[in-house]
């Protein structure tokens, strides 16, 4: 018990690492999902566990030296209120999205190349959950390379239900590809200046350089700007933030709805806390927003990104479609969080990391059981399904009042914290146009919930009946959370307040 | 494919010397030039190579899927095995004096030749299975078949010709 106590910062990067290629040599037939429930189930235990000692019993970091080279020279694994948050949301909607995808992505992948689709998943979630709890710039690009193109070749995965799942991943690789060289020559760029690849040591290299800056002889102006510049760059690609979202409707749309799931409560998530980390720990705020503003471009960004996202969604008359861009939106109001540089701020961002999973995971699940179903998500598809599809409806709806921000939802507590802090700061318009957002938010939304419960459903369509219960478990698991986080936010705040004020360095 | 018996001669001569040079650089990897990443580039063209001049369809007969397939992942495994072995002897992930503890100048090199031969099965196979999925059902004549579309291959020149 001690020895795994010791190692649990590696073991949730090995364990799917080894259990994923076990996997591919072994998991023929239904094995293979066995085996990734099983790995998930083990490291999200393992999250849980970290996140406990970090936020509450203390020490605040636990680390991890990799082959015990010391930190600056080695990769050292580095757990922190904020990384251990986000890490266990990726693992917990790991595991609810495996649990569900045993029976959802049965029809899209044939047998004989089953193990190697559940040796793919588990590579995914290696790579975002080491992405999360790695201390090393390089080693975040490999483990960047290892999620996208695990990601590429799931979202493919659709091409058996329409082709242009195809063309959504060769979209999806070019502008990830891009994204992570931007991230790659930024990292070289700080490589360059402070000859580190260690977060933390850069973080101390770069405030001796900072210093220099306000005499007659500044050094290395221009390359850190330059590599802050390229990794913010690659960074909102990973992220979809606006106008860099292009990628993202496309690659929801025509992907797998277990896959879609996965990467709606995961793979951004991992993006917004990469950007998170390397504005507050690794570049420090003064330098990124005092010095060059750039949290004006960020929360710019941010902005357009609920409006255009939540305006496109409105439009759409594909659900899944919808979903994406609403997603869009969503992300507008991490990406604001993180602009606002104060305590509140950085508590909506993580809360809303956390929230925005479970409230799209259980939608992009509900709309993975109607397309089980009913062979279609469009709006047509939906209507009347609130008589046919009660539960898997309901779930929905609990999603879409979260993203709506309706009272006694999760994503009531993280606009909370998202309008505070912009009041804190003074900033007006921002918070009036998150307030908008919700209301855009309200529209889409009823839209579908329009189709679902006052539609009716269409002449000569086939019986259908509510779907099978290990697809509605897991879709109901993750609602119900959306609604107790709602309802119970003392443990999302107790987290998030940890993790920001580990971030901006206040005594807790 | 390709029906020149000069590029058939040569590459039946240069292909076990291939794998031989390949295994060289895999086990010199640590006191000289090359190492796990370079012999499986090699010991990979080698075969590619032989498929190259004879056809994918007669390379995966030498060298079946189901082994570069199984390669593939088997060689992550044994990098990966040698740290989890570490762990579980309660030393760090990766950490190879787990492997030799009273000595452990001794035991790093060890550690370092598995993973060393890890990361040469892995490339190998990666290589060819790469070669596989952009050759299989393309243009490859069923296997055996070589000898005898000879004459047809000359037949097609002349009527284009």
Redo the contacts between chains.
Sequence with gaps: ME?IQ??LP??IV?LP??TG??T??LGRGGRGWWISLGATGAVLAATLQLLAQVVYQGPQTVT?????WPMPYGIGYVVDPLNAAVMATVALIGFVVTLYAGRSMAPEISPDRARYFW?VWQFCLVGLLGITITGDAFNFYVLLEISSLSTYTLIAMGHGRDRRALTAAIHYLVLGTIGACCYLVGIAYLYMVTGSLNFADIHARLADIYATWATDAPVYKKTIIAGFAFIMVGLSLKLALFPLHVWQPNAYTYAPAAVSALLAGTATKVGAYGMIRIVYSVMGTDFAFTFLRSDILLAACALMAILVGSLQAIKQTNAKKLLAYSSVGQIGYIALGIAANNVAGLQAAVIHIFNHALTKGAMFMALGCVLYRTGGVRLEHLRGLGRKMPLTCAAFLVGGMGLIGVPLTSGFVSKWYLVQSALERQWLAPAGVVLVGSILALVYVGRCAEAMYFGQRPENSPEVREAPLSMLVPTLLLAAASLYFGIDSGTTSRVSEAAAKFLLGVAP | MTTNPIMRVIARVNMPLMVVFAVYVQVHGEIGPGGGFQAGVIFAAAFILYGMVFGGAEMRRVFPRWISD?G???G??IY??T??YS??M????????AIWPSNPGGAEPWGMVSVEWGVGITVACVMMTIFNEITEGTDDPPPGADTEMVPALHQNKTELG
């Design positions: 020895l010791l190692h590696a073991l090995v690492l080894v290629l076990l591919a040599l991890y030296l990799m082959g015990n040796a | 199984a593939s992942a088997l992550v495994l990966a095995g740290g989890v762990m579980l309660g030393y760090p992930f990766l950490d190879h004096v």
